[in-house]
T-cell receptor
């Protein structure tokens, strides 16, 4: 039973290039979350998606960042024209449909470590 | 919006010492609380969670946490730590009552000396 998969694990980009980060949720999970972890900080929420639908993108920077979760295939976090400040670990989490008690438990992937030169 | 604070940024213990990591949350109605652990170079793993009921929650690897409503706290404890517990520990809470996304504390780095 595979967990949350993310690729690539490490990504190096030069300033101005595009970064594409992929996340495949756990089998049976229909909710995907993206978080960013800057050095020496905790995780910060970016965006929450269901299949073909962005539910909450309140944590996404207004420019250059976008996310999608198509009907088929992984969720993708796209960063255009990367800058050095985008260097961070980007974690994806997934959860099943909400249960009858309490919020979802989120299961995290191994993360993608983006380095912008 | 809910928030959590972790006041211990770095804790250093010797093996077999007892552990208590602090987590305080802001009041926001229904409280659901999580502790995650991140071992070096690995992804976050759920240690334990509190939704309702017994305020003393048992988790994996001998960890437990106690929800104390009067103190707005959910401290993580382990009676005897091992070198393999060296990791970063994060407390988290849903961002708001109806939200599914989590707000994380800044984390506590635990170093256990052999």
């Amino acid at each position: 039973n595979a967990g949350v998969m993310q690729n690539p694990r490490h990504l190096v980009r030069r300033r101005g290039q595009e970064a594409r980060l992929r996340c495949s949720p756990m089998k049976g999970h229909s909710h995907v979350y993206w978080y960013r972890q800057l050095p020496e900080e905790g995780l910060k929420f970016m965006v929450y998606l269901q299949k073909e639908n962005i539910i909450d993108e309140s944590g996404m920077p207004k420019e250059r960042f976008s996310a999608e979760f198509p009907k088929e295939g992984p969720s993708i976090l796209r960063i255009q024209q990367v800058v050095r400040g985008d260097s961070a670990a980007y974690f994806c989490a997934s959860s099943p449909l909400p249960g009858q008690r309490g919020p979802d438990t989120q299961y995290f992937g191994p993360g993608t470590r983006l380095t912008v030169l | 919006a809910q928030s959590v604070s972790q006041h211990n940024h770095h804790v250093i213990l010797s093996e077999a010492a007892s552990l208590e990591l602090g987590c305080n949350y802001s009041y926001g109605g229904t409280v659901n609380l999580f502790w995650y652990v991140q071992y070096p170079g690995q992804h976050l793993q759920l240690l334990l969670k509190y939704f309702s009921g017994d305020p003393l929650v048992k988790g994996i690897k001998g960890f437990e946490a106690e929800f104390i409503k009067s103190k707005f706290s959910f401290n993580l404890r382990k009676p005897s730590v091992q070198w393999s517990d060296t990791a970063e520990y994060f407390c988290a809470v849903p961002s708001s009552g109806s939200a599914r996304q989590l707000t994380f504390g800044s984390g506590t780095q635990l170093t256990v000396l052999p």
